[in-house]
């Protein structure tokens, strides 16, 4: 019998914030085409095209290069491109006439935001959930419902995704261009989402973390949002990060609705458990954990959050 990933970690009692892996480009590629556990190089693209999609993944740091589907495809390709950081979020939606289009994609104008391209900018965001069941079961098993509740409520918005990382998480899935993973979504948590989504706000208790923050980050905000009942993306600003000393680090955000700032110590400790990290591994391992050392406010003049 299967032993499903994700049911080991809800099982060991793993906690999933402080996940998310450090993405701050998204390059997704619409392809409905068989998805194989290595999407790109087990697609049928052209194999120039693939070697221009790994490039941009390998040598663009902090970037993930994704297939996507929504139905049956239409006339044109549809390419999204995602930059996402706190401050200012961007989703570009491109069509472009067939795969080959994406040899001579100026792929560089538009990172750096040249002004040619803010006809292409999207106002409604995208939702990505991994239904990838090649790539482990687990997003199949967990993933496919969640999509479909989400076509369901937000017509146009969802979308299938090859990989996001951490399928122990299933359902997992991404929010573009605010850069909001979450984990272990189920049908029920979709209507939550959707409102989240639509107030600028994320559902503090469901969430991996704004994967465009490293792990420390992620993990002093969600014990902070947690302490704080602040949901709105922007009621809290990151200002700073230092480490005194390993595996402990002190994060500073400023809060909008006491007009101080927040510094929050957080420790990162191998389980004394173990998880299967994907439902073919052969062996159970330890995992990083991040746990609250201390909480306290500074004050401070000046806000920098609008709430």
């Not at 221009?52 to 589907?69: C, M, Q, R, Y």
């Not at 009621?235 to 990060?241: A, L």
Request: hydrophobic share 40%.
């Amino acid at each position: 019998m299967t032993q499903f990933c994700s049911d080991c970690s809800v099982e060991a009692g793993e906690k999933f914030f402080a996940s998310a892996p450090r993405t701050e480009h998204w390059i997704l590629v619409e392809y409905t085409g068989a998805w194989g556990a290595k999407a790109i190089p087990e697609s049928d693209l052209a194999p120039e095209v693939k070697a221009k999609l790994n490039g941009w993944a390998d040598n663009i740091p902090f970037t993930k290069v994704l297939f996507i589907k929504q139905g049956a495809m239409g006339a044109t390709v549809r390419v999204f491109v995602a930059l996402t950081n706190e401050s200012s979020p961007v989703l570009y939606k491109f069509e472009l006439a067939s795969y080959e289009a994406l040899l001579s994609f100026d792929l560089d104008a538009v990172l750096r935001r040249d002004p040619q391209f803010d006809a292409n900018v999207q106002r409604d965001p995208l939702v990505l959930v991994c239904t990838n069941g090649r790539r482990d079961v687990s997003c199949a098993k967990y993933g496919l419902p969640v999509y479909t509740a989400f076509a369901e409520q937000t017509p146009g918005w969802a979308w299938e995704v090859t990989h996001v990382g951490g399928h122990r998480f299933a359902g997992t899935l991404v929010t573009l261009p605010d850069g909001v993973m979450y984990g272990r979504i189920s049908p029920d948590d979709v209507s939550a989402l959707v409102a989240a989504q639509r107030n600028r706000a994320l559902v503090v208790e469901k969430t991996r973390g704004r994967a465009f923050f490293d792990a420390p980050v992620q993990a002093a905000e969600y014990f902070l949002r947690g302490s704080t009942g602040i949901a709105t993306l922007s009621g809290v600003c990151f200002e700073s990060i230092r480490q005194p000393e390993e595996n402990v680090w002190s994060v500073r955000f400023s809060v909008a609705h006491d007009n101080e700032l927040h510094e929050v110590h957080v420790r990162r400790e191998m389980s004394p458990w173990t998880v299967y990290e994907s439902t073919t591994d052969e062996a159970p391992r330890q995992v990083p954990q991040f746990h609250l050392v201390e909480q306290h406010t500074v004050r401070r003049k000046a806000p920098r959050c609008e709430g």
